[in-house]
């Protein structure tokens, strides 16, 4: 067994995912099992998912490559970053929209284990980016969205019926309602950062064109389409469906659980 292998095995069974941990690692990031068991045989030095493969356990890309033996994600050590700085993301002033914009590794939150709620509503129909906040990161100026609350969810209901990284994870409130009846203005989502690939067709994302804020719609893969192409589909019958290249597409993450009053 490789480095690699046994710190995916060895972590798999710290998260007390020990029998069927590759099962629910393959679900966690988009992969056959059979792929996963390859990897932890020895079989793949740097798999394609490793990032996704980190994240889901929580720990970092340089711990299951062997480069550290500190499994701790940066947020999580000592020398992070200041509990006070309330910004769970930070992003270059002139960067576009996309995944680099929504990132967790700099955020701490107040209650151990809650997840942040981001001053950015991924429209349904509408969108809106809210406000951003500046501050120094490492001697660096970075840029990130507010936290405006945080939300409490067990770990182990977010990674086993949620299917998320908690560490990864953030909760996005909605408007508009191109989305609707599933989901209502007001509305929160919870947004897994790692699930960033389209890996199972009528599933709901929030995505941008690598320029707009954020919307949430469901995505559709239109087969034998070359290059790939996908529907953007709304959930309200009389919103019309877009069809774009899939390259042209910026995956934020996979809306994976609904806060909701009904």
Known sequence: MSVLGKRIAD???DLGHGKGGQTWLANQVGMRQQGIQAIIAGRSERPRKLREIAAALDTTQDYLLGDTDDPALPHERTHGPNPEDETAGFRE??????????????YQPKIPG??????????????????????QVGGET????????????????????????????????????SMIPTYQPGDRVLVDLTQNELVADS????????????????????????????DIISDNVD????RVELDR?????RVCGLV???
């Open 11 to 13: 972590r798999l069974i």
């Open 93 to 106: 002033p002139d960067s576009d929209f996309g995944y680099d914009a929504y990132k967790r590794e700099s």
């Open 114 to 135: 809650a997840l942040p709620e981001l001053d950015a509503v991924p429209g349904a129909g509408e969108d809106a980016v809210g406000d951003f906040v500046a501050i």
């Open 142 to 177: 970075g840029i990130g969205h507010a936290v405006t609350a945080e939300w409490y969810f067990p770990p182990e209901y977010l990674r086993s019926e949620a299917k998320v990284a908690p560490n990864h994870t953030i909760v996005m409130p909605v408007v508009g309602d």
């Open 203 to 230: 599933t709901v994302y929030v995505i941008s064109d690598g320029q707009s804020p954020p919307q949430i719609n469901r995505l559709t893969r239109i087969l034998f389409s070359d290059p790939p192409e996908v």
């Open 239 to 242: 919103q019309a469906k877009q």
């Open 249 to 253: 597409l910026v995956i934020i993450g």
């Open 260 to 262: 909701a009053r009904r």
